[in-house]
């Protein structure tokens, strides 16, 4: 079965370069969420996106950016990076529409991004 | 603030044993609870969750118990084995608004052989 899929798996960026995040969620899914997770942290809620509209907002710093593209892919831009941006970024996929059934709107995580800022 | 209180930080359990992690929470607009299992360098995958007009959720060995007057809810790992060793995570959803999750503090569980 298809899964979240996350790009890069890995990126090392120096302090106050850019860096890009790339999330595809599961087809058929037009929900994204992003979550960041510090080292021994609990995952934090940043931004999410249902039909390529932002649908909420979270801890997400002002020097982060995010977006939903046509093909529900989502995308988050991190500029003037920091140390403490260092972290395990999750993206998760749900569908919005109601479908009956367990586990059909549940939230599905992709493998995560680990970015370290040096 | 931390919205979801998770309970212990640690565990260690031995094989065959009962693992039991504890989470409570005091939004009462949440109205889903997930658990999610998460190993190193992974994503957090779900587990086993449970709507609060259900008292309790079982699926093989994990069960939920849920006990809405007193906003807690704990998972229970009936014989636990070595592949159970991971970090464990409760969350919640408020009902309607955009389905995101709150998640607890985490558990590292570690099952001895």
């Known amino acids: 079965a298809a899964g979240v899929i996350q790009s890069p798996r890995h990126l090392i960026k120096e302090k106050r370069e850019t860096a890009t995040l790339k999330c595809y969620p599961i087809?058929?899914?037009?929900?994204v969420y992003w979550y960041q997770q510090g080292p021994g942290q609990d995952p934090q809620f940043l931004i999410s996106?249902?039909?390529?509209?932002?649908?909420d907002k979270g801890s997400i710093p002002d020097r982060f950016s995010a977006q939903q593209f046509s093909d529900y892919h989502s995308e988050l831009n991190m500029s003037s990076l920091e140390l403490g941006d260092s972290a395990l970024y999750f993206c998760?996929?749900?569908?919005?529409?109601?479908?009956?059934?367990?586990?059909?709107?549940?939230?599905?995580f992709g493998a995560g991004s680990r970015l370290t800022v040096l | 603030q931390q919205q979801v209180k998770q309970s212990p930080q640690s565990l260690i359990v031995q094989k065959g044993g009962i693992s039991i992690i504890n989470c409570a929470y005091e939004?009462?607009?949440?109205?889903?609870f997930p658990w999610y299992q998460q190993f190193p360098g992974k994503g957090p995958a779900l587990l086993i969750a449970?709507?609060?007009?259900?008292s309790e959720k079982k699926e093989g060995r994990f069960t939920i118990s849920f006990n809405k007057s007193a906003k807690q809810f704990s998972l229970h790992i009936m014989d636990s084995q070595p592949g159970d060793s991971a970090t464990y995570f409760c969350?919640?959803?408020?009902?309607?608004?955009?389905?995101?999750?709150?998640f607890g503090t985490g558990t590292l569980l570690a099952v001895q052989p």
């Open positions: 087809p058929r899914h037009d929900t």
């Open positions: 998760a996929s749900r569908t919005g529409r109601f479908v009956r059934g367990s586990g059909a709107n549940v939230l599905t």
């Open positions: 969350a919640a959803r408020a009902k309607g608004a955009t389905n995101k999750l709150i």
């Open positions: 939004n009462t607009a949440f109205d889903y």
């Open positions: 449970i709507r609060p007009d259900v």
């Open positions: 996106f249902y039909e390529k509209m932002q649908s």
